[in-house]
């Protein structure tokens, strides 16, 4: 079955500062990446996915990530974070022919101003 | 569209009794998941119902279980409760193709004590 890691349990990060969430898969095949975020007190919602071309994908507000696929990783990115981008921030994989996403354990960001 | 909506949002029980949450998904999306957030685990899958049936299963206890309406509406319902099913109950609706993005409800916060 596949799994899905954040390494970064906890960040606290200054406005400004830039971001790097990562996250790592484990599964062979095709797959298809998410990133959600969670704002607190809002639903889960999606920041941006990869389903096939460019592995470089633009989502809303300034985020981005990068699909390796040699290194199974989608890491998440935003040059100059800002106080609005405290929340909890998810991965997520299916694979195969799979709609249904295994997450990863969520990383919470904190942006103090 | 209207998004997904769950009730009730929030629940107190005490261990040993029974609760049922509803969720009703996106008009036109007859796929149904459930998911359990709680701050070790993040998000973890239950199960979820296509066309009233049962098509994924996560690794959960007999206590859980879920059933579909030929509206799509679903419920979950989880018996004798234990201090441990404190969690915020996650619904997500799609259109169940590969790749497809998952909506989230807000989510029912359930309390056992």
């Known amino acids: 079955a596949q799994s899905v890691s954040q390494h970064n349990h906890h960040v606290i990060l200054s406005e400004a500062a830039s971001l790097e969430l990562g996250c790592n898969y484990s599964y062979g095949g095709t797959v298809n990446l998410f990133w959600y975020v969670q704002y607190p007190g809002q639903h889960l919602q999606l920041l941006l996915k990869?389903?096939?071309?460019?592995?470089l994908v633009k989502g809303i507000k300034g985020f981005e990530a990068e699909f390796i696929k040699s290194k199974f990783s989608f890491n998440l990115r935003k040059p100059s974070v800002q106080w609005s981008d405290t929340a909890e921030y998810f991965c997520?994989?299916?694979?195969?022919?799979?709609?249904?996403?295994?997450f990863g354990r969520g990383t919470s960001l904190i942006v103090h101003p | 569209k209207a998004g997904v909506t769950q009730t009730p949002r929030y629940l107190i029980k005490t261990r040993g009794q029974q609760v049922t949450l509803s969720c009703s998904p996106i008009s036109g999306h007859r796929s149904v998941s459930w998911y359990q957030q709680t701050p070790g685990q993040g998000l973890q899958f239950l199960f979820e119902y296509f066309s009233e049936t049962q098509r994924n299963k996560g690794n959960f206890p007999g206590r859980f279980s879920g059933r579909q309406f030929s509206n799509s509406r679903s419920e979950m319902n989880v018996s004798t409760l234990e201090l441990g099913d404190s969690a915020l109950y996650l619904c997500?609706?799609?259109?169940?193709?590969?790749?497809?993005?998952?909506?989230f409800g807000p989510g029912t916060r359930l309390l056992v004590l």
């Open positions: 997500a609706s799609s259109n169940a193709q590969a790749g497809e993005t998952q909506y």
């Open positions: 990869y389903f096939s071309g460019d592995p």
């Open positions: 997520a994989v299916t694979t195969g022919g799979s709609y249904i996403p295994t």
